[in-house]
């Protein structure tokens, strides 16, 4: 896979050469268990996986070049560039300004930026909309378009589903960026719906099946579906495609039940499902599935508690989360800087949406085993700094030697 040129500062000092070098010795992936450093008093083990993937390192490459190649110039981002508040910001430092928040707020309006000025695409990528805004505005969108390629991906299967005159299922958070940008580029060949669960799907098998009114979609999908969808019409051929950082387990359960829903609708043996249902792999990236088999590989094992390190905002990384939460407590971080002592920790809540301050995170025990993972937007500096921290309060004086001792 390419290589990108990325900021030192980005990097761990023990975490990333050994993500090299385990990644060079494994390169078909085929090993997941993770990097084990046993310090007596406490025992971290790293996943196998973790941080910055391939659409992150290209667009935080994008974005410095950006800055590099135009002295001068006035540069914008779109909006964050990838969910991870440390990058945003070092960004920001460069002097780059967003146009809009991750909700889609105008931070600077479009009268304010000309021909001569930067922008820069995101990783999520944009709308259809947005593009042609900005090409009206005489824009360059291709130097600066730092789209996931993972992402175009999904675009161009939606396309192909559309083309093939299947309704487009869009598995995702209506709310994010991707799947707002793989909604509207849907809409280029077909109509479209984004469903946010298996809770969404149940209903719009409810709808198919017409257990419910056909009425009813148009007030349950409200703002989800396609100007001039016709439930009657647009719902009797379907294919799925999902936002890229779902769990993949959930979004593979949606396919199969729709799958199903058709099937028993149409009465349809095996070979005849394409008839209704455009038979999809999900559309899940490969940093997603790895970052995520990673985790479920270490929340197998024995351990005291996990560390998941990412923003708040970053929808791969609180999938890490909630995947792990299933199996022993876990934590969910920004930074070092939550983890105020060996008694208390600030964590973000995923479920009430808030962060909390949790006491005795730690237990108290002879020895303390405790999983560490990041996600795809998470730099390796940080996993770094909240490693370091944990090893302080449990080998305040010896910390250095033990690195110096062979971690690598
Ligand atoms: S998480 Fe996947 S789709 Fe998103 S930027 Fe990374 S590689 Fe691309």
């Known amino acids: 896979m390419k290589r990108f040129k990325i900021p030192a500062f980005y990097q761990g000092k023990f975490i990333s050469p050994i993500k090299k070098k385990r990644s060079e010795s494994d390169r078909m992936k085929k090993e ?22 391939y659409g992150v390192e290209n667009a935080i490459e994008r974005a410095y070049r950006a800055v590099e190649e135009n002295p001068g110039k006035n540069i914008y981002l779109l909006s964050e560039i990838v969910h991870n508040s440390l990058v945003n910001t070092g960004l920001f430092s460069l002097g780059i300004r967003y146009i809009m928040n991750t909700s889609g707020k105008q931070l600077i309006p479009w009268e304010k930026i000309t021909s001569d000025d930067i922008v820069i695409i995101p990783a999520f990528g944009t709308t259809v909309e947005m593009i042609q ?8 969108v291709v130097t600066y378009d730092s789209t996931c390629p993972f992402v175009e991906r999904v675009w161009n299967k939606a396309a192909q589903i559309g083309q093939d005159n299947y309704t487009i299922i869009i598995h995702g958070n209506p709310r994010h960026e991707e799947t707002l940008a793989t909604f509207s580029h849907s809409l280029q060949t077909a109509p479209a719906v984004i469903v946010r669960d298996m809770n969404d799907a149940l209903l719009l098998a409810g709808i198919i099946k017409g257990d419910l009114p056909p009425q009813k979609f148009y007030e349950l999908f409200d703002g989800r579906y396609s100007p001039g969808f016709n439930v009657k019409t647009d719902l009797v051929k379907i294919g799925v495609v999902n936002q890229t950082t779902l769990i993949a387990s959930e979004t593979n359960e949606i396919i199969t039940f729709l799958r199903q829903i058709m099937m028993t609708r149409y009465d349809l043996a095996e070979d005849q499902v394409y008839q209704h249902f455009a038979d999809t792999r999900d559309t899940i990236c490969y940093a997603t599935y790895d970052n995520q088999s990673a985790a479920l590989y270490l929340a197998n094992e024995d351990a005291d508690l996990a560390i998941v390190i990412g923003g708040y905002n970053s929808a791969n990384t609180l999938h890490l989360v909630e995947l792990m939460e299933n199996y022993l407590p876990t934590y969910f971080i920004f930074s070092d800087e939550n983890l105020i002592s060996a008694n208390e920790i600030r964590s973000w809540d995923i479920h009430d949406r808030k962060m909390k301050t949790i006491s005795n995170y730690l237990p108290e025990k002879e020895s303390v085993t405790i999983h560490i993972t990041g996600g795809a937007s998470t730099p390796d500096v940080m996993i770094e700094r909240v490693i370091n921290r944990l090893l302080l309060f449990y080998h305040p004086d010896d910390i250095d030697s033990h690195f110096a001792d062979g971690f690598l």
């Open 133 to 140: 805004l900005m090409e009206a505005k005489g824009i360059d």
């Open 32 to 53: 997941l268990s993770p990097t084990r450093f046993d310090l007596g008093k406490v025992k971290i083990n790293l996943a196998r996986h973790f941080g910055f993937c």
